[in-house]
């Protein structure tokens, strides 16, 4: 595309999970489309939007503060097209509820809407006040373009919605019923993303393993499929559920070189009770069994996790229980997170517990975390790893990509390194962070 003097430009501001990162993709994919191009500065953009996230408070917080700076903006460019997408108005009664905080915000899309930006955008320059869309309909976010903002991973929805209701979350409600794309269009996109060059494709999905194709395999059914793929490329898979995780999923991973030995299983609280309260549908029990099971098959398997703390119905002997299963199990890493109340949610209408009883488990709970993945990443020391070079570290000169089990290695490199599979021999670690050699 040539660039010229009426060149528009957009800028995507995104928050949240991976789903979100990939939707933005989408929407960058529709303007691009539509011959604008992308900038990382609001000043500069004709077109700016917020894609946002409503998982926790804070998450709306962060937004709301940014989309206040663009009054400004605003002002000085009177023809700036201001749109907020995504989770954070797809709660009932938010849209409005933001109107009226930010009356200069032109379009409004909710989480299936996004097909709708490019005649959005048409009303609005044709005189149209403001467009809204937020009806929810997972069926008509299929066959967009994306613009993909990573040259050597890129994300791939196996599934849209969820049906778990676990009792603090959100996404049920804002991203509706459960739904399993076609199998045969997820391979198609798959296919066409390892032509295009791309050396690691994670599927996505709220709870991959609950996945139905329409010849009534699973997620095991697909998997299984992908692994007769050949040639070299990296698959990886997120989030699992440990309620609908089964063996199979691990003895298609250990037979497929291509399948990463990584899963990301989310364990939210080690107590039974809390568990029950949560809606999570597994115990400790159940959630023991897939780790031993998992470890019995592929040794060195990464094993990531989700663990809350400060839930409603949560003691002092629950938080225990979360702090012996994490000392037990020995994640390679966690995301850690302090619960926070959702509207609509049945746990928002349980008695809330202190906000300094939440901080001091979380401040607990990641001194823990962090003091094992120190751990475990110094057993690491002195291996030989095949790493998947990602992007420039933050490290001056070194770049950056992760082994085959999810770990973050940094090591001397420049821009040709990226996209490459390399053999790095492990030397030092240094809070959190490690750092190798290349042996080729
Ligand atoms: N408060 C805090 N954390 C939450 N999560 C989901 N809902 C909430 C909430 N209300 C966490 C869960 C989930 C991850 C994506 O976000 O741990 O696995
Ligand atoms: Fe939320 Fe539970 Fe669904 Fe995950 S499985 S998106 S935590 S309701």
Not at 50 to 79: H, Q, W, Y
Not at 136 to 164: F, H, Q, V
Request: aromatic share 8%; net charge positive.
């Amino acid at each position: 595309m040539q660039v010229n003097s009426s060149q528009k430009y957009f800028n995507i501001i995104t928050y949240g999970c991976q789903m979100n990162v990939h939707e933005s993709e989408k929407l960058a994919g529709i303007l691009y489309e539509s011959g604008y191009l992308p900038c990382s500065e609001m000043e500069k953009a004709d077109i700016i939007i917020f894609n946002t996230c409503c998982i926790r408070d804070n998450a709306e917080k962060k937004a709301e503060s940014k989309i206040g700076m663009v009054k400004k903006l605003k002002k000085l460019k009177p023809s700036l097209i201001v749109a907020v997408c995504g989770c954070m108005v797809q709660q009932k009664g938010k849209a409005d509820e933001l109107i009226s905080k930010f009356p200069f915000i032109d379009i409004v899309l909710g989480t299936s809407n996004s097909k709708m930006l490019k005649s959005a955008i048409e009303k609005i320059n044709s005189g149209l006040k403001r467009f809204i869309d937020i009806e929810l309909d997972s069926s008509k976010i299929e066959n967009l373009p994306a613009l993909r903002s990573d040259r050597t991973n890129a994300w791939l929805n196996i599934m849209y919605g969820c049906d778990n209701f676990c009792t603090y979350c959100i996404v049920p409600y804002v991203r509706g019923r459960e739904r399993s794309r076609n199998k045969q269009e997820i391979l198609c996109e798959l296919y066409g993303l390892l032509e295009k060059g791309y050396k690691e494709i994670t599927l996505l999905g709220q709870n991959v393993n609950s996945y139905k194709s329409e010849d009534g395999e699973g997620f095991d059914g697909l998997l299984s499929e992908i692994s007769k793929i050949n040639g070299k490329f990296r698959l990886r898979f997120m989030t699992s559920h440990p309620k609908d995780f089964n063996e199979n999923i691990i003895d298609i991973m250990a037979d497929s070189p291509n399948i990463c030995n990584h899963i990301h299983l989310p364990l939210q609280s080690g107590s039974d009770k809390v568990l029950k309260d949560m809606n999570r549908k597994y115990n400790m029990e159940k959630y023991l069994s897939i780790i031993d099971y998992a470890r019995k098959i592929i040794p060195d398997i990464g094993i990531t996790t989700d663990i809350m703390v400060g839930f409603p119905t949560e003691t002092e002997e629950d938080f225990e229980q979360t702090l012996n299963a994490v000392k037990t199990i020995k994640f390679s890493s966690a995301f850690t997170f302090v619960y926070s109340p959702r509207r609509f949610t049945a746990a928002s209408k349980m008695e809330q517990i202190d906000e300094q009883t939440k901080r001091k488990r979380i401040i607990e709970l990641v001194a823990l975390q962090n003091k094992i993945t120190a751990e475990n990443n110094k057993k690491l020391i002195g291996k030989d790893m095949e790493v998947l070079t990602e992007d420039f570290s933050r490290y001056e000169g070194m770049v950056c990509g992760r082994t085959d089990c999810g770990r973050m290695v940094n090591f001397e490199g420049n821009q040709q390194d990226i996209g490459k599979f390399m053999s790095i021999g492990i030397e030092k670690v240094k809070t959190g962070s490690m750092f190798g050699k290349r042996r080729d």
